[in-house]
């Protein structure tokens, strides 16, 4: 919730949840979610609106133990 307040200004952890869950899994990495979230919500967010969320991803994966 910290990270999504932070970055995205909303409650809304989805984009952080990716991160974190790439990270613990191992099964995609920090480029593959990336890509693959742009694919799907681009259109959407716009790039302001994808970079923010670009950070919050980032910011659960590195933060994540």
């Known amino acids: ?3 999504a ?3 995205l200004k909303v409650n809304i952890t989805n984009s952080a949840m990716l991160g ?6 191992g099964l ?4 593959e979610i990336k ?6 919500f681009e259109r959407n967010l716009g790039p302001d609106g994808l ?3 670009y950070a ?3 910011r659960a994966y ?3 133990q």
């Open 51 to 53: 970079q923010k969320n």
């Open 56 to 58: 919050a991803i980032e």
């Open 35 to 40: 890509e693959e979230f742009r694919k799907e």
């Open 28 to 31: 995609f990495t920090l480029e």
């Open 20 to 25: 974190a869950v790439a990270k613990i899994t």
């Open 1 to 3: 919730t910290t990270i």
């Open 5 to 7: 307040l932070e970055t």
């Open 62 to 64: 590195h933060e994540v």
